[in-house]
């Protein structure tokens, strides 16, 4: 559990910084959208889409999927600045094992290492024997600034195509990318992950770590996970599921409902759904070799680091520079801890791989 006085210097925080709360947002890369007004009509609607936003977040209501993309976008826009000036890179969770593990970005890489591992994704040999059975096109669905990508093209020496809904995010990752001498390896762009601008078959590995939250169609986006892979490849989703339900039960109770609820507007989140659900899902488009595994209790100890790594100078000023949904965003830690204590947020762990179309044909004949 959060100490009560990490709380309570958290909600101070956040007081502290509510004066910044609707201001205009800036960001540090060209390519993403900045809007600022200067008619009265326009600032009036502005006004009062400000105040619908606000009447919506109180209620916690649920965004329209297309509110949801803008959302999203703007969200990881205003908020990766200071999420990489803090934590670095990687925008997810860190492999806690031993749980007091206090060298968080490395537990972040080893998370990409071990998901991987669990896979079954062959670790490369040191003599370069197995080259011929590693990954050699990985999409990284919902990448962020590109951390896993440029991660998993130096480990097997493959290219990444990651998309993101954020301009910013996809200019700051072939940033690095330059910076890190793996541009010619690795390519960002802004691209929808239930509409992706990729061939049928195109990659072996599909990757996507902490993205499938954001999908308000989890079949739509599972369909096209699988319609992207190549026969024989292997598909990784890791994301963050509601509880399982119980035999007899329909849906979680209202006072889940409701923590999600108030979760979703601080994280530009649609609805959730179960580690039970995404299996279903493959199951239905032919997966084979589908495995799951509950990881909640590796990554336990992330959400107390990101508060307290929160709670310095650089980030409190950073917080309090960087506009009310990050600030929401911050206050929502808090939420995931009592999900995650209660047993209702489960950090989900899902791989399968596409059959190989000679397999598939066979099934279909008989
Ligand atoms: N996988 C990255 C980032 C996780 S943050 C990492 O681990 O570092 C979630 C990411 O999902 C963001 O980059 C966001 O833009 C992306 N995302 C959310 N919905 C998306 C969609 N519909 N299409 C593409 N990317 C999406």
Same mark, same amino acid.
């Given at each position: 559990?959060?100490?009560?006085?990490?709380?309570?210097?958290?909600?101070?925080?956040?007081?502290?910084?509510?004066?910044?709360?609707?201001?205009?947002? @800036?960001?540090?890369?060209?390519?993403?959208?900045?809007?600022?007004?200067?008619?009265?009509?326009?600032?009036?609607?502005?006004?009062?889409?400000?105040?619908?936003?606000?009447?919506?977040?109180?209620?916690?209501?649920?965004?329209?999927?297309?509110?949801?993309?803008i959302?999203?976008a703007?969200?990881? #826009?205003?908020?990766?600045?200071?999420?990489?000036?803090?934590?670095?890179?990687?925008?997810?969770?860190?492999? /806690?094992?031993?749980?007091d593990?206090t060298?968080?970005?490395q537990?972040?890489? #080893?998370?990409?290492?071990?998901?991987?591992?669990?896979s079954?994704?062959?670790?490369?040999?040191?003599?370069?024997?197995?080259?011929?059975?590693?990954?050699?096109?990985?999409?990284?669905?919902?990448?962020?600034?590109?951390?896993?990508? *440029?991660?998993?093209?130096?480990? /097997?020496? &493959?290219?990444?195509?990651?998309?993101?809904?954020?301009?910013?995010?996809?200019? *700051?990752?072939?940033?690095?990318?330059?910076?890190?001498?793996?541009?010619?390896? &690795?390519?960002?762009?802004?691209?929808?992950?239930?509409?992706?601008?990729?061939?049928?078959?195109s990659?072996?590995?599909?990757?996507?770590?902490?993205?499938?939250?954001?999908?308000? #169609?989890k079949?739509?986006?599972?369909?096209?996970?699988?319609?992207?892979?190549?026969?024989?490849g292997?598909?990784?989703?890791?994301?963050? &599921?509601?509880?399982?339900?119980?035999?007899g039960?329909?849906?979680?109770?209202?006072?889940?409902?409701?923590?999600?609820?108030?979760?979703? *507007?601080? /994280?530009?989140?649609?609805?959730? &759904?179960?580690?039970?659900?995404?299996?279903?899902l493959?199951?239905?488009?032919?997966?084979?070799?589908? @495995?799951?595994e509950?990881?909640? /209790?590796i990554?336990?100890?992330?959400?107390?680091?990101?508060?307290?790594?929160?709670?310095? +100078?650089?980030?409190?000023l950073?917080?309090?520079?960087?506009?009310?949904?990050?600030?929401?965003?911050?206050?929502?830690?808090?939420?995931?801890? *009592?999900?995650? #204590?209660?047993?209702?947020?489960?950090?989900?762990?899902?791989?399968?791989s596409?059959?190989?179309?000679? +397999?598939?044909?066979?099934?279909?004949?008989?």
């Amino acid at each position: 559990m959060v100490s009560s006085i990490q709380s309570i210097a958290l909600a101070a925080l956040l007081l502290v910084s509510s004066a910044n709360a609707f201001s205009p947002t @800036r960001t540090r890369n060209a390519a993403s959208p900045s809007t600022t007004t200067s008619s009265s009509s326009t600032s009036l609607n502005g006004v009062r889409s400000t105040v619908a936003r606000v009447r919506d977040s109180i209620m916690a209501k649920e965004r329209s999927r297309e509110d949801l993309k803008i959302g999203i976008a703007g969200f990881y #826009d205003r908020s990766s600045q200071l999420w990489e000036d803090v934590w670095g890179e990687h925008m997810h969770h860190g492999y /806690y094992v031993p749980n007091d593990r206090t060298d968080h970005v490395q537990a972040q890489i #080893d998370l990409i290492d071990e998901v991987l591992k669990w896979s079954g994704v062959p670790e490369p040999a040191a003599d370069g024997s197995n080259a011929s059975i590693l990954p050699k096109k990985c999409v990284d669905v919902g990448c962020g600034i590109g951390g896993s990508s *440029r991660h998993i093209a130096r480990k /097997y020496g &493959c290219t990444s195509n990651g998309i993101t809904l954020s301009p910013y995010q996809a200019g *700051r990752g072939n940033e690095l990318a330059i910076e890190q001498g793996v541009a010619d390896l &690795c390519n960002f762009q802004v691209a929808d992950a239930l509409d992706q601008p990729f061939e049928d078959e195109s990659f072996d590995l599909i990757w996507s770590l902490e993205s499938g939250e954001h999908m308000p #169609d989890k079949e739509k986006f599972v369909n096209e996970l699988f319609r992207v892979a190549t026969p024989g490849g292997r598909i990784i989703i890791v994301t963050w &599921c509601h509880r399982d339900l119980e035999v007899g039960e329909s849906s979680l109770n209202s006072k889940e409902e409701k923590l999600l609820a108030k979760i979703n *507007r601080a /994280y530009y989140l649609p609805r959730w &759904c179960s580690v039970d659900d995404y299996v279903n899902l493959l199951k239905s488009q032919g997966a084979v070799d589908i @495995r799951r595994e509950d990881w909640s /209790y590796i990554i336990a100890p992330f959400w107390k680091a990101v508060i307290k790594s929160s709670l310095n +100078v650089k980030s409190v000023l950073g917080l309090a520079k960087s506009g009310f949904s990050t600030q929401r965003g911050a206050y929502a830690m808090l939420l995931m801890l *009592r999900g995650f #204590d209660k047993g209702l947020i489960k950090f989900g762990l899902i791989t399968c791989s596409k059959p190989e179309a000679i +397999v598939k044909k066979a099934v279909q004949a008989e």
